[in-house]
C-alpha cells in the first residue's frame, strides 16, 4: 500500500496464491502480499509490532477517507518533515532511526505515487484487521500466512523492531505450527527453515540479491490438487500433478 524498506511489492506476484479466504501478516509492514491478492471476498489481518506502522494501518482502515486523501499536501524537494508516513517514502533502513527528513526529489516522486494508489485502493482495505503487537498474538486459525520477518542479521538491523530482537528458532517453530498453509520469506544464509531460492533481484551497482522461500501446504491444497486431476488447473495452484517421470 505504501513505500517502505523491505516490501515485497516488486516480487508480491512470484509467491504462492492465497488459497485459503483468510490472509494473514504476522509482520505487516506495508503489507504488500495482501494487497496484491487482496480481494473484498478476503480477509486481510495484520500484525505489527512497530506501533507507528500500525498507526498508519489503524489510520486509513478505520479513519481516513477519500477526500483526506485527496487533500494531502504535496512534498516540495528540500522542505523537510517530521511526519512518519513521509519519511518511511524514503525506503531506506536507515528511516526508522530519523525523526525528521528532507525531502529529495525521489522520496517528493515516491509520495505522488503512493497518494494515487491511496485514494484508487482505500475502499479495498476497509474491511481488514490490523493488531499492534508481537507476531504471536496473531488469532490462531487456518489460513494463508504470510510471514515475512525482519530477516536474519545484518540485512533485518534497519526495523525498530528488529532482527536482534527475534529467535528465530522460537518464529521457524512457531511458524511451522500454523494452521493452514505458509509462505516464509527470507534472504540468501537463512537456515532456520529449508529455505528455497525463489527470485534474484538486480540491485543497485550491479549487486544482485536472492531472495529465498520455504513453503509448506495446507490440507486446502490439497484437496484442490485433487481437483486438479480431475481438471487441471482448476484450483489455480502452482502445485499441480504429481510428477510421474523415471
Ligand atoms: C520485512 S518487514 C515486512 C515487509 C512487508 N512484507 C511488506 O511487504 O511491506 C518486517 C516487519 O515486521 C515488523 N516486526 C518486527 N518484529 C516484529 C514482531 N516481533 N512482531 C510483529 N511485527 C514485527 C517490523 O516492524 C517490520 O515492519
Same mark, same amino acid.
Given at each position: 500500500?505504501?513505500?517502505?524498506?523491505?516490501?515485497?511489492?516488486?516480487?508480491?506476484?512470484?509467491?504462492?496464491?492465497?488459497?485459503?479466504?483468510?490472509?494473514?501478516?504476522?509482520?505487516?509492514?506495508?503489507?504488500?502480499?495482501?494487497?496484491?491478492?487482496?480481494?473484498?471476498?478476503?480477509?486481510?489481518?495484520?500484525? !505489527?509490532?512497530?506501533?507507528?506502522?500500525?498507526?498508519?494501518?489503524?489510520?486509513?482502515?478505520?479513519?481516513?477517507?477519500?477526500?483526506?486523501?485527496?487533500?494531502?499536501?504535496?512534498?516540495?524537494?528540500? !522542505?523537510?518533515?517530521?511526519?512518519?508516513?513521509?519519511?518511511?517514502?524514503?525506503?531506506?533502513?536507515?528511516?526508522?532511526?530519523?525523526?525528521?527528513?528532507?525531502?529529495?526529489?525521489?522520496?517528493?516522486?515516491?509520495?505522488?505515487?503512493?497518494?494515487?494508489?491511496?485514494?484508487?485502493?482505500?475502499?479495498?482495505?476497509?474491511?481488514?484487521?490490523?493488531?499492534?503487537?508481537?507476531?504471536?498474538?496473531?488469532?490462531?486459525?487456518?489460513?494463508?500466512?504470510?510471514?515475512?520477518?525482519?530477516?536474519?542479521?545484518?540485512?533485518?538491523?534497519?526495523?525498530?523492531?528488529?532482527?536482534?530482537?527475534?529467535?528465530?528458532?522460537?518464529?521457524?517453530?512457531?511458524?511451522?505450527?500454523?494452521?493452514?498453509?505458509?509462505?516464509?520469506?527470507?534472504?540468501?544464509?537463512?537456515?532456520?527453515?529449508?529455505?528455497?531460492?525463489?527470485?534474484?533481484?538486480?540491485?543497485?551497482?550491479?549487486?544482485?540479491?536472492?531472495?529465498?522461500?520455504?513453503?509448506?501446504?495446507?490440507?486446502?491444497?490439497?484437496?484442490?490438487?485433487?481437483?486438479?486431476?480431475?481438471?487441471?488447473?482448476?484450483?489455480?495452484?502452482?502445485?499441480?500433478?504429481?510428477?510421474?517421470?523415471?
Amino acid at each position: 500500500m505504501f513505500y517502505y524498506y523491505g516490501r515485497k511489492k516488486q516480487i508480491a506476484k512470484h509467491y504462492p496464491i492465497p488459497n485459503y479466504d483468510v490472509i494473514i501478516e504476522p509482520f505487516a509492514g506495508a503489507a504488500a502480499y495482501s494487497f496484491h491478492h487482496n480481494s473484498i471476498a478476503k480477509k486481510v489481518i495484520l500484525i !505489527e509490532k512497530d506501533e507507528k506502522v500500525a498507526n498508519i494501518w489503524k489510520w486509513f482502515i478505520h479513519e481516513a477517507t477519500e477526500r483526506d486523501i485527496q487533500s494531502l499536501p504535496d512534498l516540495q524537494p528540500g !522542505e523537510r518533515s517530521t511526519e512518519f508516513l513521509h519519511i518511511i517514502h524514503a525506503a531506506t533502513k536507515m528511516a526508522f532511526a530519523f525523526k525528521r527528513i528532507k525531502v529529495t526529489p525521489v522520496l517528493a516522486r515516491n509520495w505522488e505515487i503512493s497518494r494515487r494508489v491511496f485514494a484508487k485502493h482505500l475502499h479495498e482495505i476497509k474491511h481488514w484487521e490490523i493488531i499492534c503487537g508481537d507476531f504471536t498474538e496473531a488469532p490462531d486459525i487456518e489460513a494463508t500466512w504470510f510471514i515475512d520477518p525482519p530477516y536474519l542479521g545484518e540485512p533485518g538491523m534497519g526495523y525498530r523492531h528488529s532482527s536482534a530482537l527475534i529467535n528465530y528458532t522460537e518464529l521457524a517453530k512457531w511458524a511451522l505450527s500454523r494452521k493452514g498453509e505458509i509462505i516464509c520469506c527470507e534472504g540468501i544464509g537463512a537456515n532456520y527453515l529449508p529455505f528455497t531460492p525463489l527470485i534474484e533481484l538486480k540491485g543497485i551497482a550491479g549487486k544482485t540479491s536472492k531472495e529465498m522461500i520455504f513453503y509448506k501446504q495446507g490440507s486446502r491444497n490439497k484437496q484442490s490438487n485433487i481437483l486438479d486431476l480431475i481438471e487441471p488447473g482448476r484450483s489455480g495452484n502452482r502445485l499441480l500433478l504429481p510428477d510421474i517421470s523415471v
